[in-house]
Each structure stands twice: as C-alpha cells, then as structure tokens.
Antibody, heavy 117, light 110 residues
Framework: ELQLVESGGGLVQPGGSLRLSCAAS????????MHWVRQAPGKGLEWVAN????????YYVDSVKGRFSISRDNAKNSLYLQMNSLRVEDTAVYYC??????????WGQGTLVTVSS | QSVLTQPPSASGTPGQRVTISCSGS????????VNWYQHLPGTAPKLLIY???ERPSGVPDRFSGSKSGTSASLAISGLQSEDEADYYC???????????FGPGTKVTVL
C-alpha cells in the first residue's frame, strides 16, 4: 500500500528554521517527481516546490525562493523540505505529494507548521 | 489574487448536476493539462481528474472534466452528500515555472 508520512512540523519563531521529512513506501520512489504543497489556515492549496526523480531539476514558488530547499534521498525513500527564515505567512499544513498521473496523485496527511512569536 | 479563477461556491440538491469553471491563460491552461482535486477539511487532498478529462482508478464516473482553450470545467452529476468538499483546478504555468492551484470552489449539497 502506498504511504506518504510527513514529520517535522511544529511551532517556530519568525526567522527560525525547520526541516520537514516525508517517508515514502509502497511505490518505486526514485521513479517519480515529488512535491510539497501547503494550505494556510482558511486558505486554499498552494504548491511550494517539486523535485525530479534524480534531484536534477527543482522548482519553487516565488514566495519561498532563497528560503526553502527541497531535496530527496532515494536510498532512504525520503523527501525533505528545509525551511529557513520562516515568516508568519508560512504557517500552514504542509503536504508531501507524489507525482505520476499528475502532481499529487497521492498525498500524505500533512504536518502543521506554525510560525509565531 | 490567483492566476486561475474559480467561483468561490457552488451548490445543488442531491441528484443534480453541478459544474465548476476554471479560467486561466495561454501560459497555464492554454498550454498544459488541467488537473482537479477534491479536498475535505482535515483530510488529504485527492486527485479527481488528470490531463483535463481522465479519472484515476476509483473515482466515480459522476465526475468529469473538460477543457477548451484557456478554460476548463469540472462537472459532478448525480450530486451526493459526500461530494460536499472544496474543489481545486490546477495546471503548470510556463511563465511562472511553477504549478498553480485555483482558489478553490466550495460545493454545498443542499
């Protein structure tokens, strides 16, 4: 059974850092693009970043460029999101999502990141 | 302000047909496939339609998608109470080099 399990969320002060992880199982991880998508409280879905199967191509939404870094470890079937210089507006549930049929053909349950002083 | 435009809400009675529109531009919908997602609060989003009109395995054929030019639409026929959710269109945007979601449409079953 395909599973995506996010971890690493929590409360952090503005300007702080956090590293999210996504453990993947039940599919051949190294053959799919992977994505991070977030949903701020009361807002819609927002795509954050994606990474190609071998990590050679990466894209980010403008609002996180220079602050966030997506990476993957195919040997560990894991996806990561390093978040630096966090802002209040980065507060959201962060979802790990698998590519394939389309970005997000499977999703994790999400991990909550709260940026507040 | 979203690059893609969707109505904020739509509603219908059980059994009715509801249609949700999604409008974009040549850099997104006009040149790339449109995907639709269903999201119930507190749960993981679900891919409903991919490549404009394809349904993943397990998605009922009550859900259908279409695209014409720079617009797309999602239709839900035979509306059911469990269809109450937020629905998002999405597409890759060549100008932004990013994947964009519409603002979402909340569907209410009356």
């Amino acid at each position: 059974e395909l599973q995506l399990v996010e971890s690493g969320g929590g409360l952090v002060q503005p300007g702080g850092s956090l590293r999210l992880s996504c453990a993947a199982s039940g599919f051949t991880f190294n053959t799919y693009w992977m994505h991070w998508v977030r949903q701020a409280p009361g807002k819609g879905l927002e795509w954050v970043a994606n990474i190609k199967e071998d990590g050679s191509v990466i894209y980010y939404v403008d609002s996180v460029k220079g602050r966030f870094s997506i990476s993957r470890d195919n040997a560990k079937n894991s996806l990561y999101l390093q978040m630096n210089s966090l802002r209040v507006e980065d507060t959201a549930v962060y979802y790990c999502a698998k590519g394939g049929l389309a970005p997000g053909d499977s999703w994790g349950q999400g991990t909550l990141v709260t940026v507040s002083s | 302000q979203s690059v893609l435009t969707q109505p904020p809400s739509a509603s219908g009675t059980p059994g009715q047909r509801v249609t949700i529109s999604c409008s974009g531009s040549s850099s997104n919908i006009g040149g790339n496939p449109v995907n639709w997602y269903q999201h119930l609060p507190g749960t993981a989003p679900k891919l409903l339609i991919y490549r404009n009109n394809e349904r993943p395995s397990g998605v009922p054929d009550r859900f259908s998608g279409s695209k014409s030019g720079t617009s797309a639409s999602l239709a839900i026929s035979g509306l059911q109470s469990e269809d109450e959710a937020d629905y998002y269109c999405a597409a890759w945007d060549d100008s932004l080099s990013g994947y964009i979601f519409g603002p979402g449409t909340k569907v209410t079953v009356l």
